[in-house]
């Protein structure tokens, strides 16, 4: 009787431990990996990377992988081999009148990652704390940051048929009169950009229903959903939200239905001029997800994330 007594304790005492967290991380020379269940989900590139000595970059993501552990993004593609996953970069910027590389081409840039720091959080998800400095060989002889990132990523855990992922990106300049900005052209393309495979299914769709890509940013709203088979099979999904509190909401959309990225803009092709005591904040979140959301579920989602402060 008291062999039984002392099992069912065990027991209750294992039902009343918090769940093992699915999502684990494994920290490498060249960035950090994380997976959920033994399964991938993401990799974040720390280190400079480049293809035969061109296109160096550091400071993203990719693999990024589908909810059936798919590679969703790409890198060094072909027709624009400085794009690279899922990325935050911007043609122009200047200090104290003096051009500083491009940072959406990799031209004459840098990104030295000095800090990077992963945190298990309460709620089982999981948050990538990055330290960033922007450098140029055209300031200072690139020893000394013109910008400086503080950024968070979060990962969520699964529910269901999708997946969050959040991130927050914070912008200080080191010396007065540091401007950024986009394309310096109509299309004004800069910032938070998505380089992922793209189905010749493919559809865009917002909070008014269809989009039909231009040449130029479409005023579409503050989310837009990419959907259609992306491996050859089931259709499903890739959702980027933009926060209330982020740089210049609603920002308006570059969309490509072939061999390119998509960007909600900002600046554009107006640059503007960095703080050094207030930074600029963009915030935005990716939902990965199976089949095709509704645009009620897709607005419900963006209420949600629109309540986070």
């Known amino acids: 009787m008291q062999t039984f007594l002392s099992f069912g304790i065990l027991i209750g005492l294992a039902l009343m431990l918090p769940a093992k967290p699915k999502l684990d991380y494994q920290v490498t020379k060249e960035g950090v990996l994380v997976t959920e269940a033994g399964e991938k989900v993401l990799f974040y590139q720390r280190t400079t990377k480049a293809q035969q000595g061109k296109h160096a970059r550091a400071n993203y993501i990719h693999p990024l992988y589908d909810l059936s552990e798919n590679i969703l993004t790409e890198d060094f593609p072909e027709d624009h081999p400085h794009h690279r996953g899922i990325f935050w970069a911007w043609h122009f910027l200047e200090a104290n009148g003096k051009r500083a590389g491009d940072g959406w081409t990799t031209k004459d840039r840098s990104w030295d990652v000095n800090e990077l720091e992963v945190k298990q959080n309460a709620d089982n998800s999981l948050s990538l704390h990055l330290k960033v400095h922007w450098k140029s060989v055209h300031w200072q002889e690139g020893k000394k940051p013109i910008v400086s990132e503080t950024t968070q990523i979060r990962i969520h855990p699964r529910e269901d048929n999708h997946r969050k992922l959040d991130f927050n990106i914070s912008l200080l300049a080191n010396q007065p009169d540091t401007r950024i900005g986009g394309a310096e052209n109509a299309k004004g393309y800069g910032g938070f950009s998505t380089r992922i495979k793209l189905p010749k299914d493919i559809q865009f769709r917002s909070t008014e229903g269809k989009v039909i890509p231009q040449r130029t940013p479409v005023s579409a709203g503050e989310w837009m959903d990419m959907n259609g088979k992306f491996n050859g099979g089931k259709t499903s999904g890739l959702t980027i939200l933009c926060h209330p509190k982020s740089a210049g909401y609603p920002q308006p959309w570059i969309l490509r239905n072939k ?51």
């Not at 600046?267 to 095709?292: A, D, F, M, W």
Request: charged share 15%.
């Open 259 to 309: 061999k390119s990225m998509q960007n909600p803009v900002w600046p554009g092709q107006n640059p503007v001029v960095l703080s050094t005591e207030k930074p600029v904040v963009l915030k935005y979140r990716l939902i990965l997800h199976k089949g095709t959301a509704s645009i009620d579920a897709i607005n419900q989602w963006h209420l949600t994330y629109s309540k986070i402060p």
